[in-house]
């Protein structure tokens, strides 16, 4: 069976549903719902953003063991900068938003092959799509450098980016044998993933309940008729399964906390995301990579900060080295010591912080306690409350009988149990996010109408951490030999199998 794969970044799953409800998707209804499934309870991975988001849907892996673990990340492992000179950036840490998208396909895991190396006999394209590894046929998202330059003029916007995704998808099918030195595939692809930004963008600008947002959600609709026209043209309608679905959904943000600047006031030197041009010149104690706004990774030395501060003297830290969660919890700064782990878990705009003790214990720290996660053999997964209240609030589920602390569940078992709590399927997920050595070795995830880090003009939504309404995606599925149930939850990892059915 052939598949088209749309992507709509950002996109939330009860605004989408409920948008079908108001019948206001006539083309999604058509040609996707009546012909396939709603899939209810759809979870995307942690981070939930752009990027390692995408690659569950054409790797069947999380993040975590593709060791994509951000939007931004730094690479401790590849030790300090001062031995890489000027180009140093390019090998220890990375930045997603801007022309680094174009490093993803080399920083994901090579062990985990892509849906266009599984699909290597056959014509793929990815259009649009900054994952592109195996795939025959590559459009690249040049539309994209066009709505940030004409987007302030509103001559090009994100909706026309969403529009000439599916042109390029009709053209690419329509054309095929047509016109060889255009780079058009000879027959119609077996599978194309097509990207659509327009949402997200709509989204983090004018918040992710907002008319502007629903408006952006009626285009690509009319996107998906089009995609519909041409396939009933050329009579492959039926032989075509269209899945639909979303790297994550987004919160509204009206609150903003400059992360980086806290910890500076702190007592520490830290390099943060973009990074500078004066910024890469100095050594740092620490680094801030926030993603979606809404999470970010916090890489500290483990030998703290020296009493005497940059710039009068540069400090030389051996990155390669990691602090472990004792030198966390008494960690050096300028003057004196301080819990890292207090200090940020009592925030106001943090909800929870996550941190890795080994490859089978992780952390869970909230202003007012603190949870374990732990992971046996492949699949097992435990959660228990040591301190305090819950931090992932799932008192209420062990009331039920769902789960009981301590108690050994599979991934499956844990994602059905938690789908529709605040937290969805968050012991696997925090667990697998630390399967990256490039993981942060505090992780954050910010307090609903919070976000990690101001951005002009100030974002009306965030994404990235953890909350189910950046978590929860929509998922729709047609026409396909997966037999996707409506009540079954599933993640976006499997919408791999589904594609590949
Ligand atoms: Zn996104």
Redesign the pocket.
Known sequence: MRSIFVLI??VRADVLYGMLNEKSLPNIRKHIVERGVIVRDAVTVFPS???P??APFLTGAFPGPLNMPGIRWFDRKRNNYQNYGPLAWLQFERDYVGPGAFAMNTDMSGKIPTIFERLKDSTTAAIFEPITRGAKFIYPPLANVMAKIFGPLRAFTWEHVDALAARTLELVYRCSALVKWMKIPSEPPVFSAVYM?GV?EASHEHGPLSENTRHAIKNVDKQIGHIAKTLIDLDLYDETSIVIS???GLRPTSLHFDLSKFLTTVGLDVRTFPVTFLQGLGEFDATVAVS?NGMAHIYLAKEGAEDIAYPFQYIKHDWSKKPSLGDLENYRIRKGHVNMIDLVSQLLPIEQVFASENKATSHVFSCNGHGVVKRKGRNDYSYDVVRGEDPLGYAALVEEGKIAYGEWLNDREWLSATCKTEFPDAPVQIAQIFESSRSGDLVLNSRSGWDLMPEIPPHKGS?GGLHAAEMKVPLLVANSNYQAKPDQPLRTLDVFDILLS
Do not use: Y
């Open positions: 970044d950002g953003t752009t990027g988001a995408h930004p997200d979303s790297d994550h979606g994404h």
